[in-house]
C-alpha cells in the first residue's frame, strides 16, 4: 500500500504543539476544517458570476446537511485536509491567472505538492493544474513551458521525496497494486448509487445515477472545450471547478477499473462532491438567467422544490445513520463489536506475555484498541512479503472475524508453511501461536 506521509506528519506536528492525542484533537480539528471548507467554498461563490446571496444560502443549507461531508468529517480520513486543500487550489488558480506571473504559480504548486502528499488522488489537481495552464490563451509559447515545467517538477517534489521513502522502508515504492477486480462499466454502476446518496430522485437506481453522472461529465467537456476556443469565457473561477470535477471523475473510475480499490463510495469519490455541487449550481444560475422574464418565476420555482426534495434526502439518509450509530457506534473501530471485543480485552490483560511477532488481518484495529504495532498479513500473490513472515521461528496472528481481508493469505495457507502449536478461541476471533521452525527441522529429518 503506498504510504502518504502528509495527513500523518499533520497529526503528528497537531499533537506535538497541544500535547493531546489525534483522537483527542479529532472533534476540534474536524470542525476546524469543516469550517474552513465552508468559508473556500463561499469564496469560490463569490467569484462567480451571478452568485448571489441567496444561490450561496441554498449551497451552504445543503452542505451543512450533507451526508457525504458528515461522513469524511465525521473520522480522522485525510480527505478531512484534502478536500480544503482542493477548494484552495481552485482560488489560487484564479489568483495566478489575473497575472501569470511566478509567485503566484509557485504556490499553486506548492499546494499541490501538499495534496499529493495527503492523497495519491492529488495527481488529479497536478493533471487539472497542467491542463489549465497548458490551455491559457493568454500565456505565450516559451514562458508557458517555462511554467508548466516548474509546476511540475515542484507539484512532483514531495511525492517523489515519500516514494523514495517508502522504497528505503519497505523496498516498494508504491506498494503492492493488484489487478482491479470491477470493471468500468460496474465502477461507473457504483458511482451512480453514490449519487443517489448526493442528488434527489435517484434514489437507490444505480444505473439511472450512472446515466446522470455520463450526462454531466458530457456536458462539462463540452463546456471546457468551448472555453478553450473562447478564451474570453476560459480564465473564470467555474473553469477551474469543472475542470476538478472532471479530471478527478476520470482519475478515480481509471484507477479503480485497473487497480484493486474497494467497492467506490461517498468516501472515495468525494473529492469530486464539492465540485460537482457547484458545477450544478453554476448550471442553475445560468439556467435562471437566461430563462425569459415570465418564465423565470417558474424556474426558481422548479430549482426550489428541486432543493427541498434535496434536503428531505439528506434528512432521510443522516436519521438512517443516526440509527445504527446510536445502537452501534460510528462506523469503524469504535463500533461495539470492536471496542467490546473479548479476544481485545484478553490482549490487554496479557501484552507482556506476548513477545512473538504479531501479524493481524485488522492491525490497524489491533494498535487502536490496545495499543500494540502488528504487521499485516502478507498478500496471497506476493512471495517476498510471505518469506518474510515464515522467516520467523515463533508467529503470532491475531484473527478478528470482522477484519478477513480476502486480498491476505489465511490460517490454511499459514499451516501450510508452520507448525500451529496453540489457539485461543474468543467470540469476534482467535489468536494462533505457530512455530516455524518445527516445520524445518521435519523437512531436514
Known sequence: MYKRQGYPIFLAGLSLISGLTPIALAPVLNAGLYVVLFLLTSQILYGMEGMTRVYRAAVFLVLACS??????????WSETLFLVMLLAFILQWKRYVQAHDYRHLFV????VGLAFLTRIAGISLLATGFALILFDG??????????????????????????????LVTGTAAGVREKALRSLGQNLIDSGWVLGTWLPFIGENGFAGAMLFLALLIIVVGLLLFRVFQQQYYHGTSTAVMACFLVYAIFILGISSVSRFETLSSRLLSPMYLPLLITILYFVVALISKTKRIFQYGAIGAAIVVLGFGLKNQYQINAANWEGIKDAGIPGYSELQWTESPMVAYINQHKDSLNAPIYADAPGGLYHLTGMHSLPLPHKEIVKEQAEMFSHKDLMVVWF?????DDLIDIPFIEQHATLVLKKEFEDGIIYYFKTDINKATANQ
Open 67 to 76: 451526508p457525504c461531508l458528515w461522513e469524511v468529517y465525521g473520522m480522522l
Open 138 to 167: 493568454q500565456i505565450n509559447g516559451p514562458k508557458k513551458i517555462k511554467q508548466l515545467t516548474l509546476f511540475s517538477l515542484i507539484g512532483i517534489l514531495p511525492l517523489a521525496i515519500n516514494l523514495y521513502r517508502n522504497h
Open 401 to 405: 472475524y470482522d477484519g478477513v481481508n
Open 108 to 111: 499553486l504548486a506548492v499546494i
